[in-house]
């Protein structure tokens, strides 16, 4: 079965440029989305399409996708933004989850 | 506003079932994909399967294949997901989602994601 992979955990200053991983095979040939999930919350997209943001989400989340890695990119990070990220992909008749990243912001 | 708004906390024996409800409003229910995940305590999110309102096609993950069913009852805009033969490793939170599309070609499901989510329903199994 399909396997997406992400780090544990990352660790940014406020202010500065936090970027999760997440890398699966060929995953560049797929469409990613990424959720955010804050404690006792129910998760939120922040990206799909492996670039697109909702409406809602603040212009400071982007994302990328080649190659077998897709990136999540939060610009001038807030102590807000301190969740876990999951992304998820498409493949062979079942959506996968990546098994997340604990975002902390200090 | 959509909202999809789920049944309360259920705690349930070993091998006994359980039946999670996920109301939906605020678009046209039978326009869109519901799914369904599950977050055990302290771990990730897992897929569990989906249902297409519309036509009451369902398409399962493999590994609960034979324990699980998902439903729809248009008459209410109500989702519906059942597990059997619990056990203590399914103890989680449920969620249901709205997929954000409905034609079930590859082309079209590998850019779909899910925009819209369940406040999400505790179930614990335990003797």
């Known amino acids: 079965s399909y396997e997406l992979t992400q780090p544990p955990s990352v660790s940014v200053s406020p202010g500065q440029t936090a970027s999760i991983t997440c890398s699966g095979d060929?995953?560049?040939?797929?469409?990613a989305s990424w959720y955010q999930q804050k404690p006792g919350q129910s998760p939120v997209v922040v990206i799909y399409?492996?670039?697109k943001r909702p409406s809602g989400i603040p212009e400071r989340f982007s994302g990328s996708n080649s190659g077998n890695t897709a990136t999540l990119t939060i610009s001038g990070t807030q102590a807000i933004d301190e969740a876990d990220y999951y992304c998820?992909?498409?493949?062979?008749?079942?959506?996968?989850f990546g098994g997340g990243t604990e975002l902390t912001v200090l | 506003q959509v909202q999809l708004v789920q049944s309360g906390a259920e705690v349930k024996k070993p091998g006994a079932s359980v039946k999670v409800s996920c109301k939906a409003s605020g678009y046209t229910f039978t326009n869109f994909i519901i799914t369904w995940v599950r977050q055990a305590p302290g771990q990730g999110l897992e897929w569990m399967g989906w249902i297409r309102p519309s036509s009451d096609s369902t398409n399962y993950v493999q590994r609960l294949q034979g324990r699980v069913t998902m439903a729809a009852d248009t008459s209410t805009s109500t989702a519906y997901m059942e597990l059997r033969s619990l056990r203590s490793d399914d103890t989680a939170v449920y969620y249901c989602?709205?997929?954000?599309?409905?034609?079930?070609?590859?082309?079209?499901?590998?850019?779909?994601?899910?925009?819209?989510w369940g406040q999400g329903t505790l179930v614990t199994v335990s003797s």
């Open positions: 399409q492996n670039n």
């Open positions: 998820q992909a498409w493949d062979t008749s079942s959506w996968v």
């Open positions: 060929k995953l560049g040939h797929k469409y």
């Open positions: 989602a709205r997929v954000s599309g409905r034609i079930l070609t590859d082309y079209y499901i590998r850019q779909y994601y899910f925009d819209y």
